[in-house]
């Protein structure tokens, strides 16, 4: 891939990784004895295998085609298949760490195999390495098209995405050294955070000029939502990370806030990862490639944008619901769950606008997986902001924090939604992306599909169970005021439930499996389709596909 | 200026209150203002063909 650059572009990447080598160098010594010491020589590993591999494709020719014929997807390729990788690590840390829940043996006795330190490895690696990877891949795709422009650069959006990947290996090794600062979503040091923003700030700017090339007057709606998601989780990052770091030569670092006000910064932080991270780029996703595999426009236009409007507007207000009954003032954990319940309507009205988007292609759903995939997360993603938005209500949340409802809740959402839209997107641009013709096997699709929706089942059904149970257990009062049941009580009856949880994660993850066996099969054994229009213009629907000049 | 619970209160009624309605107001405006349909019925089908390569 290097050798599609031009000299100057390999020189330019191996003057920035050799910059970076020479940074994890000095973060070495700095942190000789310390974990940062272990983040500099793997940061140092990382930038020096980029800088021989840039290097190495000097002794190349420079590339004859004309490169501003075609669009630029290396980089897409790539955080396609990282993006897999990432699902089955993050995916199989969430069973193990699942596993250790209902049989703690399994833990092994280690200090870095500790559920304390496996679980950020699972949140992390499915959110950012799973997640993060397949929304900058995509983003990549979906502006180049809508725009109908190629990227703006071609070093840039690698250093976006092997920087970004720089800072997944780098939080995911440090949870295992016991490196944290213990914010939820946020776990990952002063430098690894100084690196994101670093990272993000480069995305941003390339996502701005690419789209400022483009020969389209209108900026589609799919645009916005990335563009949304890039901006506000740097500000969310930026601020809610704001520290001070206890020496220059270990990962330490206090801070800025405290006490309540702190709290109520990581949730602000929290529930707005959940709502810019997990949603917005993910409703981008939605916009773009429903549209496109059901050959079908976006039922209504207008809608989209209202729904974006609503759901950027109302999500920034809505953290303070996962502090309610604590420190926090009344007002303002009241202000969350108004906004919380509001948050419906935007929500819904997305949810809808996809499922409205089908009518017409409902037949296309029962034969093709992959829509079928792209149909189930339109729907996940309805039930569980509408149990999000009840779960905020005060009343309800005296029954569900702190249980296991919650952890249902957060997958319902990242294995309904986030996970079933990726997978979806991902069958649907891999045979566009390496011009083939089809994938290697829609069995595998469908086996996969039914796979990932019968764990999600199984997963969430067994935390409601478990959750309300734990949570009815933790409020049942005896006749003379004291606790009816003991912690250990509530953990032997939470047992059926974790074993259940155990299952579904497991078939989840082999749907995982077989997706990223499916992709490289389709890039190693399918046949090559002509790259001129590898889009089927005319639609089952009898709605010809209208030329972009009209 | 001290940062008191009746200030940031009285903020977010007054200014608060009408920052959220004239966007909402403008939003919705501009999302069924008529002229535009063409316009968005146009972005909303370009996505269905978009693979024959960049303009630029």
Redesign the interface.
Known sequence: MMTRLTVAERQSAMFISGLVAVAGFAMAVAGHGDPMGAHGWITLLFAATLFFLAGEALYHDEPTEDR????YDDPTKAGILISLAWAVIGMGMGVWVAAQLAWPDLRFDAAWSSFGRLRPVHTSGVIFGFGGNALIATSFHVM???S???LAGHVSPWFVLLGFNLFCIIAASGYLMGVTQSKEYAEPEWYADLWLVVVWVVYFVLYVRTLA?R????I???NWYYMAFILVVAILHIVNNLAVPASFGAAKSYSAFAGVQDAMTQWWYGHNAVAFFLTAGFLGMLY?YL??RA????YS???S??SF??IV?FYIWAGSHHLHYTAL?Q?AQTLGMTFSVMLLVPSWASAGNALMTLNGAWDKVRTDATLRFMMMAAVFYGLSTFEGSFMAVRAVNSLSHYTDWTVGHVHAGAMGWVALITFGSIYTVVP?LWRRETMYSWKLVEWHFWLALAGTVIYIFAMWNSGITQGLMWRTYTESGTLAYSFLETMLAMYPYYVARVIGGSLFLVGAILAAFNVVMTIRNVGYRAP????P?A?EAGEP????A? | MELT?EWT?AFAKSFGLIY?MV??LG??V???WPSLGK??????????????????
């Open positions: 501003s014929a075609e669009y180049q098209r809508t109908r422009a190629r090339r020969n389209e007057p209108h589609y709606v799919a773009y549209p496109k050959e079908r426009p976006i236009y207008r809608l944008i209202l409007w609503g507007f003032p007002w566009l001129q229009i590898d889009y213009t639609s596909a209208i030329p972009a009209e | 619970y209160s959220l966007l909402s939003i919705t501009y999302a069924f316009r968005f019925d146009r972005a909303a089908k370009s996505v269905l063909d978009d693979e024959e390569g960049p303009c630029r």
